[in-house]
């Protein structure tokens, strides 16, 4: 059968991505103040964060709309797999939802097989993810198990952990209702949070200087990982305009966990919005 992967743009576009022929980015909209761009592929990120920078209040974003996802599902492929930023954080999960309840309006015809999936997180997870769905379908593996397999891996065999310069983004767009009060009083430190399986985010860590955090995390990771054959597992360091902080960061991991593989990329639109100037994500897979 053959498949098409449609995701958001959430999506942090790894090397592997660059030749697929079967996927499709639904963009969401990033604005800073009257200026509005779509988070696609003519994202700069580095335009994009002086622009933050400048402006006086806090960047916002705009979820796809049901019918540009509807859009995306009408293609010739007949097993379409959707995936998007946890609902925990976005409205984008809903939206796709409803883009294929439209869609199934307005062919009902067709015989399409549809899933959406909920990332339950953002970033590097969705990459991991999209990947994990391309080599199981490419091995021939039927829609219902590539479901059923790839649910148990967003839940259970992926992990996210994010430090950040400043919390100011999420604090004033409404993104950190599940911490405590206490800790908001706290912004100054650079905090190590962690995506939780519910697809929320919880405080693992903290210091005042930036690298000693990402060491800390390093060490969380590893922790976490312990007692697993990483030889063929994927790791993935998103970034803010702050390369050096993941080459700092890839080192400091490689110190005391070897994965298969690692790679370094930029932050896609929504993800430099959120995790700011400065801010690292890693996510993999165990």
């Given at each position: 059968?053959?498949?098409?992967?449609?995701?958001d743009?959430?999506?942090?576009?790894?090397?592997?991505?660059?030749?697929?022929?079967?996927?499709?980015?639904?963009?969401?909209?990033?604005?800073?103040g009257?200026?509005?761009?779509l988070?696609?592929?003519?994202?700069?990120?580095?335009?994009y964060i002086?622009r933050?920078l400048?402006?006086?209040?806090?960047?916002?974003?705009?979820?796809?709309?049901?019918?540009?996802?509807?859009?995306?599902?009408?293609?010739?492929?007949?097993?379409?797999?959707?995936?998007?930023?946890t609902?925990?954080?976005?409205?984008?999960y809903?939206?796709?939802?409803?883009?294929?309840?439209?869609?199934k309006?307005?062919?009902?015809?067709?015989?399409?097989k549809?899933?959406?999936f909920n990332?339950?997180?953002?970033?590097g997870?969705?990459?991991?993810?999209a990947?994990?769905i391309?080599?199981?379908?490419?091995?021939?593996?039927s829609?219902?198990s590539?479901?059923?397999?790839v649910e148990?891996?967003i839940i259970?065999?992926?992990?996210?952990?994010?430090?950040?310069?400043?919390?100011d983004v999420?604090?004033k767009?409404g993104r950190?209702?599940?911490?405590?009060?206490?800790?908001?009083?706290?912004?100054?430190?650079?905090?190590?949070?962690?995506?939780?399986?519910?697809?929320?985010?919880s405080?693992?860590g903290?210091?005042?200087?930036?690298?000693?955090?990402?060491?800390?995390?390093a060490?969380i990771?590893?922790?976490n990982?312990?007692?697993i054959?990483?030889?063929?597992?994927?790791?993935?360091?998103?970034?803010?305009c702050?390369?050096?902080?993941a080459?700092?960061l890839?080192?400091?991991?490689?110190?005391k966990?070897?994965?298969?593989?690692?790679?370094?990329?930029?932050?896609?639109?929504?993800?430099?919005?959120y995790?700011s100037?400065?801010?690292?994500?890693v996510?993999y897979?165990?």
């Amino acid at each position: 059968m053959s498949y098409r992967i449609i995701a958001d743009s959430c999506c942090d576009k790894t090397a592997r991505m660059a030749d697929w022929e079967n996927i499709t980015f639904v963009p969401l909209t990033l604005e800073i103040g009257n200026y509005s761009i779509l988070d696609d592929e003519n994202f700069d990120q580095d335009d994009y964060i002086r622009r933050t920078l400048e402006y006086s209040d806090v960047a916002k974003t705009a979820c796809p709309s049901p019918d540009a996802w509807a859009e995306a599902i009408d293609c010739e492929e007949e097993e379409i797999y959707l995936l998007t930023i946890t609902d925990k954080l976005s409205g984008t999960y809903n939206s796709a939802l409803q883009g294929v309840m439209l869609y199934k309006e307005e062919h009902p015809e067709s015989n399409k097989k549809i899933h959406v999936f909920n990332s339950l997180a953002t970033s590097g997870i969705e990459s991991l993810t999209a990947e994990k769905i391309k080599e199981l379908a490419d091995s021939g593996e039927s829609f219902e198990s590539i479901v059923s397999t790839v649910e148990d891996y967003i839940i259970n065999h992926c992990a996210l952990y994010f430090c950040l310069e400043s919390l100011d983004v999420l604090r004033k767009n409404g993104r950190l209702f599940a911490l405590a009060a206490t800790i908001l009083k706290k912004l100054r430190l650079k905090m190590i949070f962690e995506r939780t399986q519910q697809g929320n985010i919880s405080l693992v860590g903290q210091d005042i200087v930036m690298n000693r955090s990402l060491t800390k995390m390093a060490g969380i990771i590893a922790e976490n990982v312990q007692g697993i054959d990483l030889s063929d597992k994927r790791l993935i360091i998103s970034h803010v305009c702050c390369r050096e902080k993941a080459e700092f960061l890839k080192e400091k991991i490689a110190a005391k966990v070897q994965f298969g593989d690692v790679e370094i990329v930029k932050c896609s639109g929504l993800n430099s919005t959120y995790a700011s100037n400065g801010g690292i994500i890693v996510s993999y897979s165990k």
